[in-house]
């Protein structure tokens, strides 16, 4: 059992900000590093690669798996009482089993992902109306697309185009995980918001 408090800050070491974003890199902006949490350290590397393999398991996705106990992660680092907790792995599970469970109603609730070109044009012939409506949308997702933040746009693109993963996108771009986690999820709620939907 691992009980979590905050270590002793390190001599001449920044205070954390308290109002920093669990998807932000944890260097502040003069480019000093926040604390280390040696008991969070400990906790990822005991429990990261059963909550994989077990997640791994349910989803069938290597990739899948990764980013979902990932993701589990920084939602735990993100939580202000997880210095409090008397049994971090219990919540930690409850956090998996939660994403696991918010995951399977969004695929029960989503429509497939077509993109919008000329290659996946529909069996019956277009009238006039469809084609206005369906360039009006194309444009409307171009510009909310060409609106987001230029890293941000360039994370999204590398992973909705070019098909990266997180980590992938993380190596090539010498950012954290979290943070093109964070930029993804930001850019599909700009574009979401965007677009009305």
């Given at each position: 059992?691992h009980?979590?408090?905050?270590?002793?800050?390190?001599a001449?070491?920044?205070?954390q900000?308290?109002h920093?974003?669990?998807?932000?890199?944890?260097a502040?902006?003069?480019g000093?590093?926040?604390?280390?949490?040696?008991?969070?350290d400990?906790?990822?590397?005991?429990?990261a690669?059963?909550?994989?393999?077990?997640v791994?398991?349910?989803?069938?996705s290597k990739?899948?798996?990764?980013?979902?106990?990932?993701?589990a992660?920084?939602?735990?680092?993100?939580s202000?009482t997880?210095?409090?907790?008397?049994?971090p792995?219990?919540?930690?599970?409850?956090?998996?089993?939660n994403?696991?469970?918010?995951?399977?109603r969004?695929?029960?609730?989503?429509?497939?992902h077509?993109?919008?070109?000329?290659g996946?044009?529909?069996?019956?012939?277009?009238?006039?109306?469809d084609?206005?409506?369906?360039?009006?949308?194309?444009?409307?997702y171009?510009a909310?697309?060409?609106?987001?933040?230029?890293?941000?746009?360039?994370?999204?693109?590398?992973?909705r185009?070019?098909?990266?993963?997180y980590?992938?996108?993380?190596?090539?771009l010498g950012?954290?995980?979290?943070?093109?986690?964070?930029?993804?999820?930001?850019?599909?709620?700009?574009?979401?918001?965007e677009l009305g939907?």
């Amino acid at each position: 059992m691992h009980r979590f408090r905050s270590p002793p800050p390190r001599a001449g070491a920044a205070p954390q900000d308290p109002h920093a974003r669990p998807g932000e890199d944890s260097a502040r902006d003069d480019g000093t590093e926040l604390p280390d949490d040696p008991q969070f350290d400990l906790l990822y590397r005991e429990q990261a690669p059963q909550l994989r393999r077990r997640v791994r398991a349910q989803l069938r996705s290597k990739e899948e798996a990764s980013d979902l106990v990932q993701d589990a992660f920084a939602r735990l680092l993100g939580s202000t009482t997880r210095h409090a907790l008397r049994q971090p792995e219990a919540f930690l599970n409850r956090i998996v089993r939660n994403l696991l469970v918010d995951r399977a109603r969004r695929l029960a609730t989503r429509t497939p992902h077509v993109p919008i070109d000329d290659g996946n044009e529909p069996a019956t012939r277009p009238t006039q109306a469809d084609a206005i409506e369906l360039a009006q949308m194309k444009a409307c997702y171009e510009a909310a697309v060409a609106a987001l933040p230029a890293r941000m746009r360039e994370v999204f693109l590398l992973h909705r185009v070019r098909g990266l993963s997180y980590r992938e996108i993380a190596a090539m771009l010498g950012i954290s995980l979290r943070t093109v986690e964070w930029h993804i999820a930001e850019a599909i709620d700009r574009i979401g918001a965007e677009l009305g939907q």
